[in-house]
C-alpha cells in the first residue's frame, strides 16, 4: 500500500538516467510517495499497468528502483 507523500524531502534533481517521460513520471511518483505498487501506480498516473511494468523493469536495471516486497521503491 502506497504511504503518504514524503513533503520534507524535495527532490531536487532527477537522475540522468531517466530519459522518457513515463520513467520520469513514475520515478518521481515512487519518491512522493516512497512507494507504490504497479496496481497503485497504474491509478495514479493512468497508464496501462504493461507500461507501468516496462518502466519498473527499466528503472530497477538501472539500479534507480527496487522491489522488496510487494511494492516498488526509490533506491537510495
Do not use: F, H, W
Amino acid at each position: 500500500m502506497m504511504r503518504d507523500a514524503q513533503t520534507t524531502d524535495p527532490i531536487t534533481r532527477l537522475p540522468s538516467e531517466l530519459d522518457s517521460a513515463q520513467s520520469k513520471l513514475v520515478y518521481l511518483t515512487l519518491e512522493a510517495t516512497g512507494g507504490a505498487t504497479t496496481d497503485d501506480l497504474s491509478q495514479l498516473l493512468n497508464m496501462q499497468k504493461l507500461s507501468i511494468l516496462s518502466v519498473c523493469a527499466s528503472l530497477s536495471s538501472e539500479g534507480l528502483i527496487e522491489r522488496p516486497g510487494a511494492e516498488y521503491v526509490p533506491v537510495n
